[in-house]
C-alpha cells in the first residue's frame, strides 16, 4: 500500500536560514508526489506537484523539491525563509487506480524565528 | 468561479444528534472527497467519489454516510455523532491528475465540535 512519511513532527529556523522539510514515500511505481501548506484555520494550499519529467520542481513562493527515486523521496526546499512561511506542511502522493486520492503524511509543522 | 464551498463553518453537536455538511464546486469536477484533519495525524480520507452517482470509502468510513446525486455536490453525513468525530472536515475535488497542472482543490474547511 502507498505511504507517506514526513519523519520532522516540528522545525524550528530563523528567518533569513534554509530549510528543507524530508518526506519519504512507498509506491512501487513513478508517484505523482505533492507538497501543500496549511496556514493556522485555513485550507491546504498547493506548493508544487511532481508529475514526471524534470525531478527538480519549482512551486509558489520560492519553494522547490527534488525527486530522488533512489531514496524515495520528495524533500521540499526554500533557500531563505520568511516569517510569513510559518505553517503546516503536508506532503502527499497520489494514487494511480483511477481514483486520484491523495495518501497524506502527518504533516510537519515550521515555527519561524524573527 | 466560487471554486469549493463547504458549509457549515463550525458546527456544535451533542451526542447522538445527526448532521450533513455540504460540499459544492463549480469546476465541474468528477472527483471528490471527503477528509478528516486531526492533531498529528494528518489528513485522512472518509469518503470519495470517482463521478456523480457513485462513492466508495476510504481509509476512515465508519460513522459516515455520503451521497453525490449531483455532480457538484458531495455531502457527507453523520447519522449519529460521537465525540470521536470531533475534528476538521475537508472536502476537495480534481478532474485529474493526469494532467501537470491538476491537483486536489481544496474547501476552507468545517469544524466540529461533538460534546
Known amino acids: 500500500a502507498q505511504s507517506v512519511t514526513q519523519p520532522d513532527i516540528h522545525i524550528t529556523v530563523s528567518e533569513g536560514a534554509s530549510l528543507e522539510l524530508r518526506c519519504n514515500y512507498s509506491?512501487?511505481?513513478?508517484?505523482?508526489l505533492f507538497w501543500y501548506v496549511q496556514s493556522p484555520g485555513q485550507g491546504l494550499q498547493l506548493l508544487l506537484k511532481y508529475f514526471s519529467g524534470d525531478t527538480l520542481v519549482q512551486g509558489i513562493k520560492g519553494f522547490e523539491a527534488e525527486f530522488k527515486r533512489s531514496q524515495s523521496s520528495f524533500n521540499l526546499r526554500k533557500p531563505s525563509v520568511h516569517w510569513s512561511d510559518a505553517a503546516e506542511y503536508f506532503c502527499a502522493v497520489g494514487a494511480t487506480d483511477n481514483t486520484d486520492k491523495l495518501i497524506f503524511g502527518t504533516g510537519t509543522r515550521l515555527q519561524v524565528f524573527p | 468561479n466560487a471554486g469549493v464551498t463547504q458549509t457549515p463553518k463550525f458546527r456544535v453537536l451533542k451526542t447522538g444528534q445527526s448532521m450533513t455538511l455540504l460540499c459544492a464546486q463549480d469546476?465541474?469536477?468528477?472527483?471528490m472527497y471527503w477528509y478528516r484533519q486531526d492533531p498529528g495525524m494528518g489528513l485522512r480520507l472518509i469518503h470519495y467519489?470517482?463521478?456523480?452517482?457513485?462513492?466508495a470509502k476510504g481509509e476512515v468510513p465508519d460513522g459516515y454516510n455520503v451521497s453525490r446525486l449531483k455532480k457538484q455536490n458531495f455531502l457527507l453525513g453523520l447519522e449519529s455523532a460521537a465525540p470521536s468525530q470531533t475534528s476538521v472536515y475537508f472536502c476537495?475535488?480534481?478532474?485529474?491528475?493526469?494532467?501537470?497542472?491538476?491537483?486536489?482543490?481544496f474547501g476552507p474547511g468545517t469544524r466540529l465540535l461533538v460534546l
Open positions: 476537495a475535488s480534481t478532474y485529474s491528475f493526469i494532467s501537470p497542472q491538476e491537483t486536489q482543490y
Open positions: 467519489s470517482v463521478g456523480e452517482g457513485t462513492t
Open positions: 509506491y512501487g511505481a513513478t508517484p505523482y
Open positions: 469546476m465541474n469536477h468528477e472527483y
